[in-house]
Structures are given as C-alpha cells and as structure tokens.
C-alpha cells in the first residue's frame, strides 16, 4: 500500500528538530531509521501529517568513549556498531546482540536510537541497556536530561519521553576489564522479534559469580531486569541447582502475550531456559 500524504522536515541541528516537534505536536513523527513507522504508515495504522527526519543532524552520528563511558550518537546504525573498534573492545555484547537484530537490509538502515526510544517490547536493545546501566540522554523544549534506561519504560510503546523531547544519544559504563557477557534469543525464524531472549553480564572472582545483571526481551510489556535471579548467582560457581533457581526466579516476573510465539506457559519456560544459557556462556568468557 501507499502512504497517506504528509509534509517532510528535514532539519540539520538537534536544536531545529526539537522546534518542529514542539510546533508541529501531535501532528509530527519522527523518522530514524523508519522499520516500525514507514510499515504502519503504508498499512495506514499510522498517518502523521508531518514526518521529521533526523538524518541530517550530524550530531546525532557516531561512536566514543569518553574516559570509563561509551557515547553511542542515537542516529548510529547496527551496522556501524558492528564495524566499530570501541564497541567491539569495550561493548562486545552490543556486536552479539546486534548481529541477532532482522537481516542485513535492516541492520544498515535501522538505528540503535529508535531501537530503544519507541518502546517496543520485542525490540532487543531495551533490555541490554538496563543491563549494563545505560543512560538516555534527551533534549527537548526545557533542555538537556538523562534518563536511566531501567527507568525509562512504562508500558508497551509508553517511555519517559515528554512531548518534543528526542533521545539524542546512549551513554554506556564501560564493564570492567574480563567481564563476561551473552544475549541468547529464541526466534522462530532469521529477522523475526525474539520469542524469548535474555541479556547476562558479570564478573567472577575466583570460580564464583561476583557480579551480575540480567536483562528480558519481548516477555513483558516491557523490558525486565531479573534483578532476583541475578542475586541467587551472586557467590555461586553457577552449579545446576543455581541455574535452575535463577531460571525459575527470572520466570517469576514473566509475563508475556500469548501469541504466534506460543502460549503464555512456553515462553515463559524458553525464557528461563534462555537465562540459564546466557549465564553459562557470559561466566565461560569471564576473566
């Protein structure tokens, strides 16, 4: 089908298309990397009257760290994660989990900033920033914020962003020197949304688990940190039994749709299972 008709900005600073947006309100989307809107608006589920779009605002491009932080540009495709030299020193989960993102065609046009601002459930990164404490940073008509990404969902495709105000950029603690790290995702097929995925990233201490973070994708109306079941594995060697018991702990606060993935009780046992995997691989790459 064809879109309905709409007007196109193109602003060239993050400054302009914060106007637009506050001028234009309600009226105006947002256009990044355009693999959730562009269908909508063909299906005419969506019809904005103006679509603002931010590929001309060179400010919102590229990849740094600055001392113990990485500064991922929101505009910054998942191909160009993947061929950067300081994710893949610094964030080698962000490689791993991108690689598991669609198809090629997506990954080159698709953002990692609309990855994480439009609230989508099934999208992958959500979950892999509460995991490693990521903070949004946003601009709108008041200024310049950060937000937590553990505080910035609130329901299916409902976020922290106030009207006009864009996330402009992803600031990341680098993980400590040794860490280990896994994203294992559950799909029924190649670029399809996760039926179940988990994040894990921790540290271990002379054979145990010293620290740990887990992360839940597309089992929730939001991403979930399975901060429970990241405790259990604290001091542990990771033995069957605490496997087990975080699996169960992470499956606790499940609660996924049943839906083309399978009913509510198989995702929710993948899920667990996609836990335990994560939390064997990421301690085999610790140290």
């Known amino acids: 089908m064809i879109t309905g008709q709409f007007d196109y900005h193109r602003p060239a600073t993050v400054a302009e298309a914060v106007n637009l947006l506050t001028l234009l309100g309600e009226d105006a989307n947002l256009l990044a990397g355009g693999h959730s809107l562009i269908p909508m608006m063909k299906l005419r589920l969506a019809a904005p009257e103006h679509l603002v779009d931010l590929h001309g605002i060179a400010a919102l491009k590229g990849i740094s760290r600055d001392g113990d932080t990485v500064v991922i540009g929101a505009m910054t495709t998942q191909h160009e994660l993947l061929a950067d030299d300081t994710i893949a020193a610094s964030l080698p989960i962000l490689r791993e989990t991108a690689l598991l993102i669609a198809d090629p065609q997506v990954r080159y046009r698709g953002t990692i900033g609309g990855n994480v601002a439009n609230g989508d459930p099934?999208?992958?990164?959500?979950?892999?920033?509460?995991?490693?404490?990521?903070?949004?940073?946003?601009?709108?008509?008041?200024?310049?914020?950060?937000?937590?990404?553990?505080?910035?969902?609130?329901?299916?495709?409902?976020?922290?962003?106030?009207?006009?105000?864009?996330?402009?950029?992803?600031?990341?603690?680098?993980?400590?020197?040794?860490?280990?790290?896994?994203?294992?995702?559950?799909?029924?097929?190649?670029?399809?949304?996760?039926?179940?995925?988990?994040?894990?990233?921790?540290?271990?201490?002379?054979?145990?688990?010293?620290?740990?973070?887990?992360?839940?994708?597309?089992?929730?109306?939001?991403?979930?940190?399975?901060?429970?079941?990241?405790?259990?594995?604290?001091?542990?060697?990771?033995?069957?039994?605490?496997?087990?018991?975080?699996?169960?702990?992470?499956?606790?606060?499940?609660?996924?749709?049943?839906?083309?993935?399978?009913?509510?009780?198989?995702?929710?046992?993948?899920?667990?299972?996609?836990?335990?995997?994560?939390?064997?691989?990421?301690?085999?790459?610790?140290g």
Do not use: W
């Open 122 to 286: 099934g999208n992958d990164m959500p979950a892999l920033m509460m995991t490693l404490g990521a903070r949004y940073r946003i601009h709108g008509p008041d200024g310049a914020r950060e937000v937590a990404a553990a505080e910035f969902y609130q329901g299916a495709y409902v976020t922290a962003l106030e009207p006009g105000e864009i996330v402009t950029a992803i600031a990341i603690p680098a993980p400590a020197d040794g860490h280990g790290y896994a994203y294992e995702k559950l799909k029924r097929k190649v670029g399809d949304y996760a039926t179940a995925a988990a994040a894990v990233m921790l540290t271990m201490d002379g054979g145990t688990v010293a620290s740990c973070a887990i992360g839940l994708t597309n089992l929730s109306d939001t991403p979930l940190l399975a901060e429970e079941a990241a405790g259990l594995v604290i001091g542990s060697d990771l033995d069957d039994a605490t496997l087990k018991k975080a699996a169960a702990a992470a499956e606790a606060i499940m609660s996924p749709a049943a839906d083309t993935r399978g009913p509510v009780e198989y995702r929710k046992h993948v899920g667990g299972i996609m836990v335990a995997r994560a939390l064997t691989r990421a301690a085999g790459r610790a």
